[in-house]
Every structure is written in C-alpha cells, then in structure tokens.
T-cell receptor, first 112, second 117 residues
Framework: DAKTTQPPSMDCAEGRAANLPCNHS???????VYWYRQIHSQGPQYIIH???NNETNEMASLIITEDRKSSTLILPHATLRDTAVYYC?????????????FGTGTRLQVTL | NAGVMQNPRHLVRRRGQEARLRCSPM?????VYWYRQLPEEGLKFMVY????????ESGMPKERFSAEFPKEGPSILRIQQVVRGDSAAYFC???????????????FGPGTRLTVL
C-alpha cells in the first residue's frame, strides 16, 4: 500500500469547513483513498473513499487531485463531535487486509 | 442489528499471564480481522480469519500470539506470557461473506484495552 502523509494536528472553528489534506504521491492505479476517523480511542469509523472522482456522502466530501497524488477531506460544517483523529489510507480493494496500517493521522480539534 | 462486540473492554494482566480477547462479529458476518494500536500510533493489521480458517496472519508476532474463529462462538485473540510491550488497544472488525477483505467492507468494534502491569 502507498504511504500517506498527513499533518499531525489541525484546529477548526465550529460551523466552519474543516479541510484535511493527505499526500499519497506513490499511490498505484488500483489503490483507493480511504478516510476513517477515531473518536476518543473508540473503534475506527468509516467516512468515505474514492478512486479518482470526487465523492460526497452525508458525512463529508473527498476531493482527489487529477494526478491522484493528494486528496482533501472536507467536513462542510464542523461540530464539536467531529473532534477526532482522521486517518487517510491508500489501499487496493482486494486482498488488502494484510497490508493495512493506519498511520498516525491528523488530530482535528474543533473549537467554539 | 448489533454491531461488532468485543469483550472485555478493559483487561489488566500481570507479566507472564495469559490474555484472551473475544470478538463477536456482526450478525451474518463470517470474516474477522484483528488490529493492534500501540499508544500514540495508528492501527496495524494482525490477522484475518474466516470460520475455522486463518486466511492471513502476516501481521501476527511470531511467538505468544494466536487467533482462532471457531464454527460456533466468538473469535479469540490469545496472548500468552504477556509482556509490558503488549499493552495496547486491540480492535476487531468483521465483514460479510463474499467480501474480499477491502477496508470499506469492514465494520469495527469498540476495542479491548489491554494493560500489562
């Protein structure tokens, strides 16, 4: 799996958009970009994933650059409950379990 | 529909004792994955099991660690002769039959926090 690089921490004011960047310059053509978050040491929670097109769901939007070397997770209206560690993972969709390492992620602090 | 269950949620063992961690997958799920998260680190894959079979154990330490997923009952992660370095959070995930082990198909449990004194 491709290595990903994320800033260790970010702050965001409640109600504003949180934009979390991720670099994955060595990503392979068959590898998806996944985003998970972990709130206060609970189990990881799936957020979104994509291959090359931008994706949106009820939780977030995922913007992937055209060269696929980086992506941004957007939480459009951050709330205090979005305070968590966010993990960006690049991984193929098949036979992947043995390669998964979440890295240290970005610790997002949402403030009043 | 209950999610992935893990018990105990917290486990304290003294060095040299055995630790048994249990994972009950979501109803209808037949694939189980175990991950370990050391303090201040991300999750790392340990082992992938289907009913009565170990599919991939490439992330398991070579000694003292074993895992099983019997035909009946929960999956068990067993750590023999625990050492302080085994202190970590251990997460289990499950996925339905027919899945290939991809990340988006896995549903995670709340974890077991093991502390070795």
């Amino acid at each position: 799996d491709a290595k990903t690089t994320q800033p260790p921490s970010m702050d965001c004011a409640e109600g504003r958009a949180a934009n979390l960047p991720c670099n994955h310059s060595t990503i392979s053509g068959n590898e998806y970009v996944y985003w998970y978050r972990q709130i206060h040491s609970q189990g990881p929670q799936y957020i979104i994933h994509g291959l090359k097109n931008n994706e949106t769901n009820e939780m977030a939007s995922l913007i992937i650059t055209e060269d696929r070397k980086s992506s941004t997770l957007i939480l459009p209206h951050a709330t205090l409950r979005d305070t968590a560690v966010y993990y960006c993972i690049a991984s193929a969709r098949t036979g992947t379990a043995s390669k998964l390492t979440f890295g240290t992620g970005t610790r997002l602090q949402v403030t009043l | 529909n209950a999610g992935v269950m893990q018990n105990p949620r917290h486990l304290v063992r003294r060095r040299g004792q055995e630790a048994r961690l249990r994972c009950s997958p979501m109803k209808g799920h037949s694939h189980v994955y175990w991950y370990r998260q050391l303090p201040e680190e991300g999750l790392k894959f340990m082992v992938y099991l289907q009913k009565e079979n170990i599919i991939d154990e490439s992330g398991m330490p070579k000694e003292r660690f074993s895992a099983e997923f019997p035909k009946e009952g929960p999956s068990i992660l067993r750590i023999q002769q625990v050492v302080r370095g085994d202190s970590a959070a251990y997460f289990c995930a499950s996925s339905p039959p027919g899945t290939s082990g991809s990340l988006d198909e896995q549903f995670f449990g709340p974890g077991t926090r093991l502390t070795v004194l």
